[in-house]
């Protein structure tokens, strides 16, 4: 007779509890991804070791930015905007002009025999350079790598660049290697630290 | 008509008890997921704009630089200077070599290579102190980095 009358276990307020839980870590919660430029820094050059080879001066675009966040290009000065279409053009040295940078045959897998810019753009900076315009340069010369990049893999494999297969990646940035170089900022002149 | 009558009377409770097996199914999700913020940040952070990012693969890999101005409520005691942060206070460049040491030790042997340290640098900041830390890094063979930006707005 007393085990018919088995007590039911309430669970509703279970719900309840475990309802209170999931809203705590909803709240607490961060989905927050972290998106980046990714770089690589160069090894610092000990005392002894060579320095590394002089480059050609034809090979390196010189990018200027001063305190006053003012870019000047190979001497010039010149507009943020500009700048992705002169990285572009640097680099591919269409016409080979003889002032722009020289191309070595080199031999790439899945590629072949392909003309490979020797090109260099060199970065250098002022202490007093903002970061956002330091920023906004780098940008502009990423953007002008992903779009050669990007023309040049639909032209090979008829996919963009982040849509390639792992190893034609590699053969991708084989036939425009990122050669950005950093070059130790002047001290500055003017303007606060 | 008694027919229907029966049946509206046995149309009674329905069993809640799966509603908690989905609820906590729900709340291990999310428990699973969440990371607590290790750190809390006292300087003012805006970070640049950039269109050419990736994300960061391991967060568990990825030690963070903190520079820009400090909040407001420590202005007063720290000024309005642009300041760098690591883990929870505010350091100098030669703090530097200390918290790349203790990250490392926390990894792996085979993970230490794959450090990554994340820039999360306001865009007001001057490029001096941006250099001194590149430079410090480049000194205690730090290489990766990473410069932490949003997307722009369209």
Redesign the interface.
């Known amino acids: 007779m007393a085990k018919r009358s088995t007590p039911e276990l309430n ?2 307020s ?2 309840d509890i ?2 209170l ?2 809203t705590f ?2 709240l ?4 927050d ?12 050059l000990e005392e002894e070791q060579e320095k590394p080879p002089e480059i050609n001066k034809r090979n390196i675009m010189q990018v200027h930015v001063n305190s006053m966040d003012a870019l000047m290009v190979n001497g010039k000065p010149m507009e943020v905007i500009f700048l992705k279409d002169e990285v572009k053009t640097f680099l591919l040295n269409p016409n080979n002009d003889t002032d722009k940078p020289e191309k070595e045959v080199k031999n790439i897998e899945l590629v072949g025999a392909i003309p490979v810019s020797k090109g260099v753009v060199s970065l250098q ?8 315009m ?3 340069v ?2 502009e010369i ?2 002008a790598y ?1 779009e050669l990049r990007d023309e040049f893999a639909v032209s090979q494999f008829q996919l963009p660049y982040a849509r390639l297969s792992e190893d034609r990646q590699e053969a991708v940035r084989g036939v425009y290697p990122l050669n950005i170089s950093e070059a ?2 002047r001290e ?1 002149k003017k ?3 | 008509m008694k027919l229907i009558k029966k049946k509206k009377r046995s149309a009674g409770t329905y069993s809640s008890s799966s509603m908690s097996d989905i609820v906590f199914m729900l709340l291990f999700f999310f428990m699973v997921t969440t990371t607590m913020r290790e750190e809390e940040i006292n300087v003012n952070i805006k970070l640049p704009e950039a269109t050419e990012i990736a994300k960061l693969e391991r967060k568990d890999l990825t030690c963070y630089i903190n520079v820009g101005t400090p909040i407001a409520p420590l202005q007063g005691k720290f000024g309005t200077d642009t300041r760098m942060q690591l883990n929870d206070k505010f350091s100098t460049v030669n703090d530097i070599r200390d918290f790349v040491a203790a990250k490392r030790e926390q990894l792996s042997e085979a993970d230490r290579a794959q450090l990554t340290v994340a820039f999360k640098i306001d865009e007001q900041t001057r490029m001096g102190i941006v250099t001194d830390v590149k430079q410090e890094l480049r000194r205690c063979q730090a290489l990766r980095i990473s410069y932490l930006a949003t997307l722009p707005q369209k």
């Open positions: 669970a509703s279970m719900a475990a309802f839980l999931l870590f909803l607490t919660t961060t989905m991804q972290n998106i980046g430029m990714p770089r690589r820094l160069p090894p610092i900076t002022d202490r007093g350079t903002s970061y956002s330091y920023m906004a780098q940008n990423m953007r992903s130790e900022p500055a303007g606060k630290r």
